[in-house]
């Protein structure tokens, strides 16, 4: 008790102080209006502040919930999307003709595997025999070529790509009929080129070059490209036409096979011919 008494006497001055300014302000807030307003702001201010943080606080972990939530959802989404399963149904698209038999199916495929840099080029898809995919098959792409089916596996295909070095195709120039081979030089990934189209026939730049229908990989006048340049080769009776291909074949996502239905009756027929 003692030391107490000591202690109080010693800093007596300190404690009077505190004690007036304590006694000041509270006069000044109790009895002057204006004081009091500004007592009366600071403690709005400080309080507002305060909550305001609190608020942001509260607000962070209710977005956090929500976010967890999100995500739970996200994955239930995709547990239950098609594309977590193998896909063993098929989508099938006919062409249908009101007088003749049908001649074309299309089957749809996804591309999982894909390459553009090499001499030979090839596309794996994710569909095979199984599905109905038949070696020798035509493979389209956004309304243009991609190759044509050089295997098949029970689950996947495997595609030469246009843009390999043996791809010969018959092609022709839409408005005119004249048609010649297509096939890839290995230089640039969206040009080909048009061989043997006679030199009496007239070509223009930006002329459409389609397929001729003249085999059973591919219907007639399927969009390849558009002419960018042309030229008859010295001694030469026949124009190399450089064909812009229509499909960019180096983001393609999902392709169609083309199935002809009269394909075998063609092919022994003309192996009938061969033998005679």
């Given at each position: 008790m003692s030391n107490l008494i000591e202690f109080l006497l010693r800093y007596n001055a300190f404690f009077l102080f505190i004690g007036l300014e304590v006694f000041a302000v509270y006069l000044m807030v109790n009895y002057n209006d204006h004081h009091s307003k500004v007592a009366l702001h600071?403690?709005?201010?400080?309080?507002?502040?305060?909550?305001?943080r609190y608020d942001s606080m509260t607000d962070y972990w209710k977005l956090r919930a929500v976010n967890d939530s999100l995500a739970n959802q996200y994955n239930q989404f995709l547990n239950q999307d098609t594309s977590s399963y193998y896909q063993h149904r098929i989508k099938v698209f006919s062409t249908n003709d009101s007088?003749?038999?049908?001649?074309?199916?299309?089957?749809?495929?996804?591309?999982?595997n894909n390459s553009t840099d090499r001499p030979n080029n090839f596309i794996t898809l994710e569909k095979g025999a199984r599905?109905?995919?038949q070696k020798n098959s035509g493979v389209l792409s956004g309304g243009g070529l991609a190759g044509i089916v050089l295997k098949t596996s029970e689950n996947y295909s495997l595609v030469m790509s246009l843009?390999?070095?043996n791809m010969r195709l018959s092609a022709k120039i839409k408005r005119n009929n004249h048609f010649g081979s297509l096939i890839w030089t290995?230089?640039?990934?969206?040009?080909?080129?048009?061989?043997?189209i006679p030199k009496h026939a007239r070509i223009l730049k930006g002329d459409t070059i389609v397929t001729s229908g003249f085999s059973s990989t591919f219907p007639p006048d399927i969009m390849i490209g558009t002419v960018s340049d042309f030229r008859i080769e010295q001694g030469s009776n026949f124009y190399t036409v450089d064909v812009e291909l229509n499909t960019?074949?180096?983001n393609i996502e999902y392709v169609n096979i083309v199935q002809?239905?009269?394909?075998?009756?063609i092919l022994e027929l003309q192996e009938s011919a061969g033998n005679e």
């Open positions: 600071s403690s709005n201010v400080v309080s507002g502040a305060i909550m305001k007088i003749y038999e049908r001649n074309y199916n299309y089957l749809s495929a996804k591309v999982i599905h109905g995919i843009l390999h070095r290995g230089n640039n990934p969206r040009i080909m080129t048009l061989d043997a960019d074949l180096s002809n239905l009269m394909r075998d009756e």
